[in-house]
């Protein structure tokens, strides 16, 4: 019988992120623009509450810089940080290595990098192994893992079926751009490798539309 590796073990998977009509996350500069509605944002703050970790990738933290927590909750009721970090690129100065929650950095197993104030792990060759991140997870009671960025960490997730809910708001203003990102980047999918999902809601909030997906599994 399998031990932690089931997927009732491992936490529900919900990304989770903004875009403008024509798909775009960003310009083609790659820095964040502010895509949702002030309606949107609360929305975002009641989700990542609910959750008991937030992940993202190098390349969200070198762009954007984020806190990675919500403002008005103690530390001891902030979610888990987590952020991918292959190669160990990102710098002390970061704040998702500051005060005010937890801190899980993930690197490659070949990566020597130290992280002041963080808790390191160190999972596959190559690439990150995800499976196994989301066991540790598991086992260290994470229910509900919101991954918000970016759009190769969104990809790398789909990639390996462990997305179980996409939420994304559609903002009101075109942003354009043959190289600016998209919510889901990486090298794409092959024809046959598309991934299918079922709409389940759609709201109004503000001057945009929230739209949630969940994730068709194979019978």
């Given at each position: 019988?399998?031990?932690?590796?089931?997927?009732?073990?491992?936490?529900?998977?919900?990304?989770?992120?903004?875009?403008?009509?024509?798909?775009?996350?960003?310009?083609?500069?790659?820095?964040?623009?502010?895509?949702?509605?002030?309606?949107?944002?609360?929305?975002?703050?009641?989700?990542?509450?609910?959750?008991?970790?937030?992940?993202?990738?190098?390349?969200?933290?070198?762009?954007?810089?984020?806190?990675?927590?919500?403002?008005?909750?103690?530390?001891?009721?902030?979610?888990?940080?987590?952020?991918?970090?292959?190669?160990?690129?990102?710098?002390?100065?970061?704040?998702?290595?500051?005060?005010?929650?937890?801190?899980?950095?993930?690197?490659?197993?070949?990566?020597?990098?130290?992280?002041?104030?963080?808790?390191?792990?160190?999972?596959?060759?190559?690439?990150?192994?995800?499976?196994?991140?989301?066991?540790?997870?598991?086992?260290?009671?994470?229910?509900?893992?919101l991954v918000e960025g970016g759009g190769e960490t969104i990809h790398s997730f789909f990639k390996a079926g462990l997305v179980d809910v996409y939420s994304v708001f559609v903002g009101?203003?075109?942003?354009?751009?043959?190289?600016?990102?998209?919510?889901?980047?990486?090298?794409?999918?092959?024809?046959?490798?598309?991934?299918?999902?079922?709409?389940?809601?759609?709201?109004?909030?503000?001057?945009?539309?929230?739209?949630?997906?969940?994730?068709?599994?194979?019978?």
């Open positions: 019988m399998s031990s932690g590796n089931t997927p009732s073990m491992r936490p529900r998977v919900i990304v989770n992120c903004a875009m403008s009509p024509d798909g775009k996350i960003a310009g083609a500069e790659r820095r964040q623009l502010r895509i949702s509605s002030p309606e949107d944002m609360e929305r975002v703050k009641r989700l990542r509450s609910e959750c008991q970790a937030i992940l993202v990738g190098v390349g969200t933290v070198l762009a954007d810089d984020p806190h990675l927590t919500v403002k008005g909750l103690p530390p001891d009721r902030q979610a888990l940080r987590v952020v991918l970090d292959p190669r160990g690129k990102v710098p002390d100065s970061a704040l998702v290595l500051g005060p005010g929650a937890s801190t899980l950095m993930v690197t490659l197993e070949d990566c020597e990098r130290r992280y002041a104030g963080a808790e390191t792990v160190r999972l596959g060759k190559g690439r990150i192994d995800l499976g196994a991140l989301l066991e540790l997870l598991g086992e260290r009671g994470v229910s509900r893992l009101d203003r075109i942003i354009g751009g043959r190289g600016s990102p998209t919510p889901v980047d990486g090298d794409g999918f092959l024809e046959g490798e598309r991934v299918p999902l079922r709409l389940v809601s759609v709201e109004r909030l503000g001057t945009g539309v929230h739209l949630t997906y969940e994730a068709v599994r194979d019978a």
